[in-house]
């Protein structure tokens, strides 16, 4: 195989994975790792992608690089609604008690079938939430008791931020939180881009008496510019394709249990 069409083939995979691996790429197709190096090198000068450790991720995900929440809702929404559905299997039957939804795409998916989870397994539940697009689905919910946590929205995720809002979190202690994350490391743990969003999610993990963690296959071995949790901080990672490699490993060894869609 020539090497543009490698070059082209790499970019077929990140589109579809969101992420190429070094080691992966070389069994794919035959060759060594030198080679791939080489490859991805081509590829950044080139400005298709970015290289990390171990592999590359799309160019447009660098540390700092975070998309509107409309944006997100669009992207991926199958298995997002998949890895939603299977988040929600955390509620049993009879459940009376609380949750806390982050805000994202991921969790918007939990919001819009919260309701019909509830009604399955004959549950309530009291539900915070500082995202201004979550509420309205939620404050729809007969078996929902809403609040909603206040202060500075931010325009990108439509989410309350600041000292008020992680105050107000940290006075809470609901049974379930259900987390996002833009990326999902195996040294560096959980991250996001923007600093103030990282205080309310660390706030969240914090308060919660079992943080569920909810991140499509794209989010692996990314790391964002903010730290906002260790992998040892959660409790079960839901997500559409089992991780692999230094992530399996990590997660296993922080004693995370991972859900797979």
Known sequence: MYATERHELIGQVLTAEGRVGVHDLAARFDVTTETVRRDLDVLERAGRLRRVHGGAVPIERGSTVETTITERIRRHAREKSAIAARALEAIDEGFRGSLFLDAGSTTAA???????????????????????????????????????????VRRDTAAAVGASTVRAIEALRPDIVFVGANGVSSSFGLSTPDPEEAAVKEAIVHAARRVIVVADAGKFEAESLVRFAALDDIDVLVTDTAPTGDLAVALESADVEVWVA
């Not at 309701?115 to 309205?136: D, K």
């Open 110 to 152: 939990i919001a819009e079938q919260l309701a019909a989870r509830l009604l399955t397994v004959h549950a309530t539940a009291a539900v915070v939430t500082h995202s201004l697009t979550l509420a309205p689905a939620l404050a729809a919910v007969n078996e929902v008791t809403l609040t909603v946590v206040g202060g500075r």
